[in-house]
């Protein structure tokens, strides 16, 4: 596609269910990250690919939060039990490579749990 | 612990004028430093990036600046207008390999004509 692409753009769920985020990143690009933006704040990163492989993981908040990308392109973002405090913006970026190069990011999954 | 530090309140500048945007960080070495723009309800897009060996970098009415000894980036927009307003987040790498980036909390721009 001509840019990240993230569905759902919106995610209403209740406490203690669970929820997947998706994301297609540009094509051939082979770094991926999925990053979380409280309002106010700027993004806060959580995991990241190079391919297929979960290259960095320690943004990940707790064990509730999974993150695959098995064919190293289409990545999910897995959160189970969600917690209140868990609603937030959930971004994706690609790059064609990892470091020294733009990241190019998707609109965001906004997630609100009641 | 690393710390980036942008302006929390917003700029509010007249049409014509020039933005100047501030970026201090605190323990860290950066080998590059980049400014994205942020419209609501939108991801991040990728403005600029500059070198630790670049004292400034132009891309048509942008001018990034970096001073390693001062840890400090300034981000000038000149002859400014209202589709400028939006917020431009600071952004450094963490280290290592990868771009995995640490964003300060932006700063809001609001152009007025």
């Known amino acids: 596609g001509a840019g990240v692409s993230q569905t759902p753009s919106n995610k209403v769920t209740e406490k203690g269910k669970y929820v997947e985020l998706r994301c297609d990143p540009i094509?051939?690009?082979?770094?991926l990250y999925w990053y979380r933006q409280s309002l106010g704040q700027g993004p806060e990163f959580l995991i990241y690919?190079?391919?297929?492989?979960?290259?960095?993981d320690s943004g990940l908040p707790n064990d509730r939060f999974f993150a695959v990308r098995p064919e190293g392109s289409v990545s999910t973002l897995k959160i189970q039990r969600t917690e209140r405090g868990d609603s937030a913006v959930y971004l994706c970026?690609?790059?064609?490579?990892?470091?020294?190069?733009?990241?190019?990011f998707g609109q965001g999954t906004r997630l609100t749990v009641v | 612990s690393q710390k980036i530090e942008q302006n929390s309140e917003a700029l509010n500048i007249q049409e014509g004028k020039t933005a100047t945007l501030t970026c201090n960080y605190t323990?860290?070495?950066?080998?590059?430093l980049q400014w994205y723009r942020q419209d609501p309800g939108r991801g991040p897009v990728f403005l600029l990036l500059i070198r630790e060996n670049e004292k400034e970098k132009r891309k048509e009415r942008l001018k990034v600046t970096f001073d390693t000894t001062l840890k400090q980036s300034l981000f000038h927009i000149t002859a400014s207008q209202p589709a400028d307003s939006a917020t431009y987040l600071c952004?450094?790498?963490?280290?290592?390999?990868?771009?995995?980036?640490?964003f300060g909390t932006g700063t809001l721009l609001a152009v007025q004509p």
């Open positions: 952004a450094l790498p963490s280290g290592g390999a990868t771009n995995k980036l640490i």
């Open positions: 323990n860290y070495s950066p080998a590059y």
């Open positions: 094509s051939g690009h082979t770094a």
């Open positions: 690919f190079q391919g297929t492989g979960a290259a960095d």
């Open positions: 970026a690609s790059s064609s490579q990892g470091g020294h190069t733009e990241a190019f």
